[in-house]
């Protein structure tokens, strides 16, 4: 059974300039959602993407948008970027839209200078 | 508002010193509450799902309880391959809601 896994782990932006993070979900689940985890913090829910369809959205901008594919890999994309958009971004999958238990990829790091 | 709290902040053990993490949350409805291991540079591993009060899950040194006002994860005899963070998180419509984490750490 293939795990989640995100791309790319590390990077680096400026501010003002635009980002794609890519995830693939565990086989078998159709079911993808992202988050934010500053320093410290614990996971901040951005948005759900269930059978492509967004399936729910947390308290960020519209600056922050997304994808899902039919293979139900997905991308987050982040325009005009901020500083405080330095984050471990996270992405999570499982099954069926409910969306529990959600298991995580390791994340991508991303630094704005 | 629907939020959770997790404590302590932080927590150091001795190894083999037994201790609980806490989790209160206030949310209507609870629809599953889930305890997650994260370590440092990684994603949040999952651990348990609790649905009901008196509810009560084991894993190794690991155990999870839940009643109507908060979770406790208790750990007993604890080693240092233990020492993460540790995340409490409720469902909340179509996501996750995460607490602070408590970051434990066993020492030799």
């Known amino acids: 059974e293939t795990g989640v896994t995100q791309s790319p782990t590390h990077l680096i932006k400026t501010r003002g300039q635009q980002v794609t993070l890519r995830c693939s979900s565990q086989s078998g689940h159709n079911t993808v959602s992202w988050y934010q985890q500053a320093l410290g913090q614990g996971p901040q829910f951005i948005f759900q993407?269930?059978?492509?369809?967004?399936?729910g959205r947390g308290n960020f901008p519209p600056r922050f948008s997304g994808l899902q594919f039919p293979n139900y890999s997905s991308e987050l994309n982040v325009n005009a970027l901020e500083l405080d958009d330095s984050a471990l971004y996270l992405c999570a999958s499982s099954q069926d839209g409910d969306g529990w238990p959600q298991h995580f990829g390791d994340g991508t790091r991303l630094s704005i200078l | 508002e629907d939020q959770v709290t997790q404590s302590p902040e932080a927590l150091r053990l001795q190894e083999g010193e037994s201790s609980s993490l806490n989790c209160s949350y206030t949310?209507?409805?609870?629809?599953?509450l889930f305890w997650y291991r994260q370590d440092p540079g990684k994603g949040p591993e999952f651990l348990f799902t609790l649905y009901s009060a008196g509810e009560e899950k084991e894993k190794e040194r690991l155990k999870a309880t839940l009643t109507k006002k908060e979770s406790f994860l208790h750990i007993t005899a604890p080693k240092p391959e233990d020492s993460a963070t540790y995340l409490c998180?409720?469902?909340?419509?179509?996501?996750?809601?995460f607490g602070p984490g408590t970051r434990l750490s066993v020492l030799p």
């Open positions: 949310v209507s409805g609870l629809r599953g």
């Open positions: 993407y269930y059978r492509e369809e967004e399936n």
């Open positions: 998180a409720f469902v909340y419509g179509q996501n996750f809601v």
